[in-house]
């Protein structure tokens, strides 16, 4: 049983790759779908974008949970100024792709830790940079059919064989990249008193 004076952690989110990065730390915690609308804002900047809505995930579940450290975060891929999503289907993954090949990607992974008990929210925005090698139509066929990436942004499951698409990466949380940053998180939880090791 939880002891009173010992927040909840709670990770809201869907993802199960959020899931298993959060696991990795083996502290206890649960996880809840927020189920908001991720939809972008009209004129929305990329990371705003981010934040906006890894604070979303977090502050669904305030009511739920009025003694807990709630887990909100967000991913954005961003090719020349333009928001890929999850694709969802395969002819969206398959533009996507080829709009980034032989281009450079960006991630932003957005952070949001939120203690409902003292209203204190710890924000952090975590970029990765990726630059794409220029595979064909067929490389493309070849992944999709064998990764099937339709929930991961940009079309890109760089823990998978999406790596196989990646020329080179620059990243200060490689964790970010596969969209839970825990270096940043690690400091927000020791910031909330809650020591990992």
């Known amino acids: 049983m939880q002891h009173v004076n010992t927040p909840l952690l709670v990770l809201a989110s869907a993802s199960s790759y959020r899931r298993e990065l959060l696991a990795r730390l083996r502290l206890p915690f649960i996880t809840i779908a927020p189920g908001i609308d991720e939809t972008a804002l009209p004129n929305e900047l990329p990371e705003a974008q981010a934040l906006r809505l890894a604070c979303a995930k977090a502050e669904a579940m305030r009511a739920v949970y009025p003694n807990a450290l709630i887990i909100g975060s967000d991913q954005v891929a961003v090719i020349d100024g333009v928001v890929l999503g999850k694709p969802a289907i395969h002819a969206t993954a398959v533009r996507q792709l080829q709009s980034a090949r032989g281009k450079s990607m960006t991630f932003l992974t957005a952070l949001c830790l939120l203690n409902t008990r003292t209203s204190r929210q710890q924000l952090s925005v975590v970029p990765a940079t990726v630059q794409m090698r220029d595979f064909n139509d067929v490389d493309i066929e070849h992944y999709?059919?064998?990764?099937?990436?339709?929930?991961?942004?940009?079309?890109?499951?760089?823990?998978g064989l999406g790596i196989a698409l990646v020329k080179k990466l620059e990243c200060?949380?490689?964790?970010?990249?596969?969209?839970?940053?825990?270096?940043?998180?690690?400091?927000?939880l020791g910031n909330e008193g809650i020591k990992v090791l």
Do not use: H, N, T, W
């Open 144 to 159: 999709l059919e064998k990764e099937q990436p339709y929930d991961c942004a940009g079309s890109a499951k760089i823990e």
């Open 172 to 188: 200060d949380d490689p964790s970010a990249l596969i969209g839970l940053p825990l270096i940043s998180l690690c400091d927000m």
